[in-house]
T-cell receptor
Framework: DAGVTQSPTHLIKTRGQQVTLRCSPK?????VSWYQQALGQGPQFIFQ???????QRGNFPDRFSGHQFPNYSSELNVNALLLGDSALYLC??????????FGPGTRLTVL | GEDVEQSLFLSVREGDSSVINCTYT??????LYWYKQEPGAGLQLLTY?????DMKQDQRLTVLLNKKDKHLSLRIADTQTGDSAIYFC?????????????FGQGTTLQVKP
């Protein structure tokens, strides 16, 4: 049984560009949450998708948006990248509001 | 408020017990979690405890919860060099059928041979 997978592993972008990160949940899970982890910090909740809708959102600007597909996979989009968006982006999947299991993350570097 | 706090660093000798502490603020949290993160990797779920429990044991791991003081601890028995990592405490805040995790800053555990 594959766990949570994320792509790409690493990404380098320049300021002002846009980026799309992808996540496939664990088999049997229907909910995907996204977190941003800056260097030396704990993960910060961005938003959560359930039944293809954004159900809960953290304190992140509208530049951060997402999508969930009918197969429960999800994308995180970030527009107008800032240097401060450099971080490890973690996807977690769960069955509804149950225990969240994390993927390996996507390391985004903004130059 | 939403705030989870942990001490930043702990150093122990191989074979000793490690105790990592965490305080949280939201008394309505239903589950409290411990995750482990190795360098450059994602978060690995170690264990969790339901808020109506005082203690949970899982092999070398013991979780203690003091709900009155909003204090959570993780004890690792017979700590090994492979246990060196960052340990995150997280509280789960549920809203209907969704739940977000609020994490502490993480405790770096250094295990000396």
């Amino acid at each position: 049984d594959a766990g949570v997978t994320q792509s790409p592993t690493h990404l380098i972008k320049t300021r002002g560009q846009q980026v799309t990160l992808r996540c496939s949940p664990k088999s049997g899970h229907d909910t995907v949450s996204w977190y941003q982890q800056a260097l030396g910090q704990g993960p910060q909740f961005i938003f959560q998708y359930y039944e293809e809708e954004e159900r809960q959102r953290g304190n992140f600007p509208d530049r951060f948006s997402g999508h969930q597909f009918p197969n429960y996979s999800s994308e995180l989009n970030v527009n107008a990248l800032l240097l401060g968006d450099s971080a490890l982006y973690l996807c977690a999947s769960s069955y509804s509001a149950d225990t969240q299991y994390f993927g390996p993350g996507t390391r985004l570097t903004v130059l | 408020g939403e705030d989870v706090e942990q001490s930043l660093f702990l150093s122990v000798r191989e074979g000793d017990s490690s105790v990592i502490n965490c305080t949280y603020t939201d008394s309505s949290s239903t589950y409290l979690y411990w995750y482990k993160q190795e360098p450059g990797a994602g978060l690995q779920l170690l264990t969790y405890i339901f808020s109506n429990m005082d203690m949970k044991q899982d092999q070398r791991l013991t979780v203690l919860l003091n709900k009155k003081d909003k204090h959570l601890s993780l004890r690792i028995a017979d700590t090994q060099t492979g246990d060196s990592a960052i340990y995150f405490c997280a509280e789960s805040q549920h809203s209907g059928n969704t739940g977000k995790l609020i994490f502490g800053q993480g405790t770096t555990l250094q295990v000396k041979p």
